[in-house]
Every structure is written in structure tokens, then in C-alpha cells.
């Protein structure tokens, strides 16, 4: 069996924490955004730059103030990405798991209600 690639997450309905682990499904990400190695017109030019350096240093500022024992991460929703501070499990998604709360491939609307984010206009 192929060593797991990604990463995905399971809001625990009970008690509200988000865990995540290894998986083949890539739903949670490490937020921090991949910087350009070189500007390229048209792609990736100065404005990108800019607007990732300043969203790296936002988002590193935050994770130093991770609450004991979470890191910071960004879900992947139907509606977009979400940041929580989540914690790491070892323990692969099962059925039990499942029925324990929500996770990635729950109903768009049950995952919007359940971890309580705002569509845009």
C-alpha cells in the first residue's frame, strides 16, 4: 500500500476540536504559501509577490500564538479554505471516526453549519 500524501481533517461534533491525519485525501493544509522563485510576467509578477509575503508574515504571526498542542492550518471546504487550530491523529478515517463529527466529504451545508463560517456575498 502507497504511503499516504496528503493530509485531511475531522471536526469532532461532541467536542469541537478539528484533528487531522495522513491520508491519500489533501484537505488540510500547513498554511504557510509558497513563494515564487522568480517573478515571471503575466504569472506570477510583483504584486503576487508582494501580497504572499505579507500573507506569510500574517500567518506566521499567528502560529506563534498557536494554543498548546495545535497548529495552525487552513481546511479545505466546498466554500473555500478555512484556518483552525487543529491537533494530529494517527489514527486513519474509519466509519467509527466518521460518525463522530464532520469532515471533508460530509454535505457542503453541514460543513458550513458545523465550523460556523461565513459565505461571501
Not at 517573478?39 to 504571526?61: C, F, K, S
Amino acid at each position: 500500500m502507497a504511503k499516504p500524501i496528503g493530509r485531511s481533517w475531522l471536526l469532532n461534533l461532541a467536542t469541537g476540536v478539528v484533528s487531522c491525519w495522513q491520508a491519500n485525501l489533501n484537505t488540510q493544509i500547513i498554511v504557510n504559501i509558497l513563494e515564487a522563485e522568480k517573478m515571471t510576467t503575466g504569472l506570477h509578477d510583483e504584486v503576487l509577490v508582494e501580497l504572499t509575503r505579507q500573507i506569510n508574515e500574517l500567518i506566521n504571526a499567528a502560529a506563534e500564538r498557536a494554543p498548546e498542542g495545535k497548529t495552525l492550518a487552513a481546511l479545505v471546504t466546498p466554500h473555500g479554505l478555512f484556518y483552525v487550530w487543529d491537533v494530529e491523529v494517527d489514527d486513519e478515517l474509519t466509519d467509527e471516526i466518521k460518525a463522530t463529527g464532520i469532515h471533508a466529504g460530509s454535505d457542503p451545508e453541514e460543513i458550513r453549519r458545523a465550523l460556523k463560517y461565513k459565505l461571501r456575498a
